[in-house]
């Protein structure tokens, strides 16, 4: 029987979903998320808002902030071995 198969996996190999930038990309989705909600409700009360528009590119604006951190953090643990 082979063990490797059972092996942990190594230290390059990294989440995208542990280290840095993990809440600025959840805040992130959360106001898109909201955003987009809020945006159809008013839609469909009758009275289109521009301003939630404003609050999507804000998560938008934070969860590539977030990525950017994260992609930073998994090249700088890499290049350190």
Known sequence: MHSHSL??????VT???????VKTRLIGVAFIAL????????LRGGFPAEQYLIVIAIGFA?????????RRDSLRRMKNG
């Open 35 to 42: 955003g987009v909600l809020d945006s159809l409700l008013t």
């Open 15 to 21: 989440s995208p979903f542990c280290g840095r930038g």
């Open 7 to 12: 092996e942990a996996m190594p230290d390059t």
């Open 62 to 70: 934070l969860f590539a902030i977030g990525s950017v951190r994260s």
